[in-house]
């Protein structure tokens, strides 16, 4: 019983938790960041609901303060492991987390705190964060890891969506800037977003193909599925909040033709995207209804269903005033409640596992001893 009770049971040591310490850890201040901003777009928002996303907002600093620390502990302490990450044909992916994670915390300082200073050099720092990921992440699947397209999936996809997130916290920002600074803000929302949609697409369309070759991925990776979502619903949300942006930026700048053509730009491409993006939710619902049959194996995976739904919540929101069809309201609130009910349940479980201990593995420590020591691939 005591052996039960106690935190960590799972390892020998607690200082074993840090040394199995992963990024995938970051999605969790994903989901619940995205959460919180996702219920404050409520219509006719109570004051309770909105006491409750900023509860949930400030809770989500102190997770991702941790998250970092014991990330960083790892990499102090035992740096001949940590950096395994970059030979591991999964791990590394969920890097791209940890700017995401800084978004939401970024977008927050806006919304709830109206901290622009704060937000827009904290955006700047994840701005880098972003481009690093989104370039040494590929770079090392190109150079050090073994990938084929039947062991793909859309995990994919994740380091590459860094800079989208990252363009649409600059469209939050824009209206709180003047002059050459929003101009600035701007031109560099439209090149972080141009890091990645367009490599996304293409790496959805590689999806499509896999899952009609080898059909659906092992069940310990089913939600990912959802990831699909992130991309496109960030990619239409960065479009839409630029778009409106636009205009009030670049026509003082002597860009009247160029506003006029953003702001339409905004307003279709959200929408084409929000169009497919809703393709693949009904398909990843299918997907999750199937593998349901089979039984859902719970992981930190499973945050998978939090972030990309929150940011295509949070696209259907803004297409709502932009179109002004209502349905897009009404869709929201159904995808709010939705996200919520998922946070909650994925939150439940993964403190119960965080406390027993189990959830704190690095594959990474294993797949080393699999890899050839001159070089750093995989042994046949």
Same mark, same amino acid.
């Given at each position: 019983?005591?052996?039960?009770?106690?935190?960590?049971?799972?390892?020998?040591?607690?200082?074993?938790?840090?040394?199995?310490?992963?990024?995938?850890?970051?999605?969790?201040?994903?989901?619940?960041?995205?959460?919180?901003?996702?219920?404050?777009?409520?219509?006719?928002?109570?004051?309770?609901?909105?006491?409750?996303?900023?509860?949930?907002?400030?809770?989500?600093?102190?997770?991702?303060?941790?998250?970092?620390?014991?990330?960083?502990?790892?990499?102090?302490?035992?740096?001949?492991?940590?950096?395994?990450?970059?030979?591991?044909?999964?791990?590394?992916?969920?890097?791209?987390?940890?700017?995401?994670?800084?978004?939401?915390?970024?977008?927050?300082?806006?919304?709830?705190?109206?901290?622009?200073?704060?937000?827009?050099?904290?955006?700047?720092?994840?701005?880098?964060?972003?481009?690093?990921?989104?370039?040494?992440?590929?770079?090392?699947?190109?150079?050090?890891?073994?990938?084929?397209?039947?062991?793909?999936?859309?995990?994919?996809?994740?380091?590459?969506?860094?800079?989208?997130?990252?363009?649409?916290?600059?469209?939050?920002?824009?209206?709180?800037?003047? #002059?050459?600074? +929003? *101009?600035? &803000? $701007?031109?560099? !929302?439209?090149?972080?977003? /141009?890091?990645?949609? @367009?490599?996304? =697409? %293409?790496?959805?369309?590689?999806?499509?193909?896999?899952?009609?070759l080898h059909k659906?991925?092992?069940?310990?990776?089913?939600?990912?599925?959802?990831?699909?979502?992130?991309?496109? #619903?960030?990619? +239409? *949300?960065? &479009? $839409?909040?630029? !778009?409106?942006?636009?205009? /009030?930026?670049?026509? @003082?700048?002597? =860009? %009247?033709?160029?506003?006029?053509?953003?702001?339409?730009?905004?307003?279709?491409?959200?929408?084409?995207?929000?169009?497919?993006?809703a393709w693949w939710?009904?398909?990843?619902?299918?997907?999750?209804?199937?593998?349901?049959?089979?039984?859902?194996?719970?992981?930190?995976?499973?945050?998978?269903?939090?972030?990309? =739904? %929150?940011?295509?919540?949070?696209?259907?929101?803004?297409?709502?005033?932009?179109?002004?069809?209502?349905?897009?309201?009404?869709?929201?609130?159904?995808?709010?409640?939705?996200?919520?009910?998922?946070?909650?349940?994925?939150?439940?479980?993964?403190?119960?596992?965080?406390?027993?201990?189990?959830?704190?593995?690095?594959?990474?420590?294993?797949?080393?001893?699999?890899?050839?020591?001159?070089?750093?691939?995989?042994?046949?």
């Amino acid at each position: 019983m005591k052996h039960i009770l106690r935190p960590f049971a799972h390892h020998s040591h607690p200082a074993d938790v840090i040394r199995n310490f992963t990024p995938n850890w970051f999605t969790v201040t994903m989901g619940t960041g995205v959460l919180a901003l996702a219920l404050n777009q409520l219509p006719a928002t109570s004051p309770l609901v909105h006491e409750l996303a900023i509860l949930l907002w400030g809770a989500n600093i102190g997770l991702f303060a941790l998250c970092t620390l014991l990330y960083a502990a790892r990499w102090l302490l035992y740096p001949r492991e940590a950096v395994l990450i970059f030979t591991h044909p999964v791990m590394p992916m969920f890097l791209g987390a940890i700017p995401m994670g800084l978004a939401t915390i970024v977008n927050g300082l806006v919304v709830f705190a109206g901290q622009t200073g704060l937000a827009l050099a904290l955006w700047q720092v994840d701005a880098v964060l972003a481009a690093v990921i989104g370039l040494a992440v590929p770079y090392a699947m190109f150079t050090r890891q073994q990938h084929s397209i039947e062991s793909m999936t859309a995990v994919w996809l994740l380091p590459i969506v860094a800079c989208e997130v990252t363009a649409a916290s600059a469209g939050l920002l824009i209206p709180h800037l003047a #002059g050459l600074a +929003a *101009l600035r &803000l $701007l031109i560099a !929302g439209y090149v972080f977003w /141009a890091l990645s949609v @367009p490599l996304a =697409l %293409g790496v959805l369309v590689i999806l499509f193909l896999r899952l009609a070759l080898h059909k659906l991925p092992r069940r310990d990776m089913a939600v990912s599925s959802w990831l699909a979502l992130g991309p496109l #619903g960030t990619g +239409a *949300l960065g &479009l $839409l909040v630029l !778009g409106r942006d636009a205009p /009030a930026v670049l026509t @003082p700048a002597g =860009l %009247g033709d160029a506003a006029v053509a953003a702001h339409g730009l905004g307003l279709i491409g959200g929408l084409v995207l929000w169009a497919y993006g809703a393709w693949w939710l009904v398909m990843a619902v299918a997907i999750t209804l199937s593998y349901l049959r089979q039984g859902l194996p719970f992981n930190m995976g499973w945050w998978g269903f939090t972030f990309p =739904l %929150g940011v295509f919540t949070l696209a259907t929101y803004a297409l709502a005033p932009q179109t002004g069809l209502a349905i897009f309201t009404s869709l929201g609130v159904v995808f709010t409640a939705a996200l919520a009910t998922f946070w909650v349940i994925v939150m439940v479980r993964t403190c119960i596992g965080g406390y027993k201990g189990h959830l704190f593995t690095s594959p990474c420590l294993t797949h080393s001893q699999t890899l050839s020591p001159e070089t750093g691939l995989l042994k046949s």
